[in-house]
């Protein structure tokens, strides 16, 4: 933690009080049907298990490793499965749960997965999204923040590795 300057963008209560309106949100419009919640490792898995808590509607998780990245910091937009999903999506209706949204490269190639594949109905839903740094066009239907293209840490978000376990939602400064 030595050398960063992290300053709080969400409190803890706010990411909270944040994922309980999603999540409302989505058993209303769900409507008791029942979804597969597939987060995208790694990011994603603390708020993909907060949303899963507070969801009233059948759930069924699965979990997903997607890069983009290769051995680099700048997205190669060659989007690459390395773990996919257990079992079949076919006739679902499927709720892709991620961390953070940049490009767009990687949920606009999932989602179009997840329709050849027979999902019932693909829908997204992110913690943060960055529309300054969208390359591609892709509906999100849930959307905790919108955020300016800063660096986040925190609630799974990660620098090299570190910060993912701050329960709150920070930009290094």
Do not use: H
């Amino acid at each position: 933690m030595k050398g960063e300057k992290i300053s709080v963008m969400y409190s803890e209560e706010q990411v909270n009080e944040r994922i309980r309106e999603l999540a409302a949100q989505i058993n209303e419009d769900l409507n008791g049907e029942s979804v597969k919640l597939v987060c995208i490792l790694k990011g994603a898995s603390f708020f993909a298990c907060e949303l899963a808590k507070r969801l009233t509607i059948p759930v069924y998780m699965d979990f997903m490793y997607v890069s983009s990245y290769g051995n680099g910091t700048e997205s190669s937009g060659n989007v690459r499965i390395t773990k996919d999903l257990e079992s079949p999506i076919e006739g679902e209706n499927v709720l892709i749960v991620e961390d953070i949204i940049d490009s767009g490269r990687t949920l606009a190639y999932l989602s179009d997965e997840f329709r050849d594949r027979g999902a019932k109905k693909v829908m997204i839903c992110t913690l943060l999204s960055k529309p300054d740094r969208r390359e591609v066009e892709v509906p999100v239907d849930y959307i905790g923040y919108v955020i300016p293209d800063r660096f986040v840490v925190g609630y799974g978000l990660d620098y090299a590795q570190k910060y993912r376990n701050l329960p709150y939602i920070g930009a290094i400064e």
